[in-house]
């Protein structure tokens, strides 16, 4: 069959293939410590819950204006501009379906073939498949584990050429866990500035981080709202992912722009959605520092206990809930080693010790796994006990 040239040049998520592979052994009856994705295991808030019965009861169960309710862009602005102190209005505001969909849709009306689209490495598996799609290239960074992933402002500008339309600031990120501290922050904004080139921050885990880190928006730095995209979503921070529920803001010309585009594909997010996230945007936020607590000590104790397995190396994650360990010394040809690469030892881990997790070459970092941790505490620690047996037990057959 004949596919178009655009749908050649993407795959299927890695992740989605390696949650599908462990939901078959799962579906086979096999116990598996699943630390594969990338979404919260606690329950959306209970008000949140409510307010789409209610939202349903009252047959608010129609179309609503492509980018969602007024009262919602509303909220969003409020929400974030209390949060994280921006300053945006409705009309710079679209709700769409999830976050992944926001980043389609700004990527869609922003760059084309030709143009250079900047994405620090290891990324989120979807930002190089989708600029792709669009037809523009992908130009990576890269981030080190030294600096804990953040983004060095300096190697983003040795990436700039005169073809680059866009950086993609992904902080906290996913699959590292690396926080770009608001003064690295500063220097990107100046960069893009410099260089005509837009600031897409993805924010999805904003309000996940630790210790020194606090959650910070780039739309709070002076003068930045013509020179910055925020991509924003309710999966995470209100443990939302199946409602589908994400947002953009951005100058008013893209968001009109993504606006057209939803019109001729999605149209509205879910009715019943909105109001959902209406209510998480206006309600309480209790449920999130209880989240975080819980996800700090899950953190704690997943980072120790990949670090007493010998070969390990992972450093403290700044934010999200992945931990991103180096496994590069029990990989190649030696001796020592356990697999050739991280994807053939993700496969072996799956199989042979029912560990999911997912091999860095998912995100551009060979030698890396992700483990995410929005699992409990005893699902890390069964995880946990079955790395280390395998570890060990190879090492002693090598
Ligand atoms: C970095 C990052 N951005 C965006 C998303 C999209 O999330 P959603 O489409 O559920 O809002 C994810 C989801 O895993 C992510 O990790």
């Not at 904003?206 to 930045?224: C, D, I, M, Q, R």
């Not at 999130?288 to 120790?304: G, N, S, W």
Request: hydrophobic residues 40%; glycine residues 8%; aromatic residues 8%.
């Amino acid at each position: 069959m004949q596919l178009t040239d655009r749908i050649n040049r993407i795959q299927i998520s890695p992740t989605a293939a390696v949650i599908a592979a462990a939901d078959k052994l799962k579906s086979e009856g096999v116990d598996i410590a699943d630390f594969g994705p990338g979404e919260p295991d606690f329950p959306t808030p209970d008000h949140i819950k409510q307010a789409a019965i209610k939202a349903i009861n009252e047959n608010k169960t129609k179309y609503t204006p492509t980018p969602g309710v007024m009262s919602l862009r509303e909220a969003i602005c409020a929400w974030h501009k209390r949060e994280l102190k921006s300053s945006y209005e409705p009309k710079e505001c679209v709700t769409n379906v999830g976050g992944k969909h926001s980043i389609f849709n700004v990527i869609s009306v922003l760059v084309q073939a030709g143009d250079e689209v900047i994405i620090p490495a290891p990324y989120w598996v979807s930002y190089p498949d989708i600029v792709k799609y669009t037809g523009a290239t992908p130009v990576f960074v890269q981030t080190h584990a030294e600096d804990g992933f953040a983004v060095r402002a300096a190697d983003v500008e040795k990436a700039i050429t005169p073809k680059t339309k866009l950086l993609i600031l992904d902080s906290p990120s996913n699959p590292t866990g690396g926080v770009t501290p608001p003064e690295e922050c500063e220097k990107l904004l100046a960069i893009c500035k410099k260089h005509n080139v837009w600031l897409m921050g993805d924010e999805c885990y904003s309000h996940f981080t630790y210790g020194e880190n606090k959650p910070f928006s780039v739309a709070s730095l002076p003068n930045s709202k013509n020179h910055v995209i925020i991509i924003g979503s309710m999966s995470k921070t209100f443990a939302m992912t199946g409602w589908r529920l994400g947002y953009t803001l951005a100058p008013a010309e893209i968001v009109t722009a993504t606006i057209k585009l939803q019109s001729q594909s999605t149209s509205n997010p879910t009715s019943i959605a909105q109001y959902a996230a209406l209510a998480a945007m206006t309600g309480p936020m209790d449920s999130v520092p209880q989240m975080l607590a819980e996800y700090a000590k899950r953190r704690r104790r997943i980072v120790d206990g990949l670090n007493r397995i010998p070969g390990i190396t992972c450093g403290d994650p700044g934010g999200a809930f992945y931990a991103f360990p180096n496994v590069s010394s029990r990989l190649g040809a030696g001796l020592n080693a356990l697999a050739k690469d991280s994807a053939q030892l993700a496969t072996m881990l799956l199989e042979k010790a029912h560990v999911a997790l997912v091999p860095g070459e998912a995100f551009g970092a060979p030698g890396y796994l992700r483990l995410s941790y929005a699992t409990s505490i005893e699902r890390i620690d069964e995880g946990l006990r079955r790395l280390e047996r395998f570890f060990s037990r190879v090492e002693a057959a090598a």
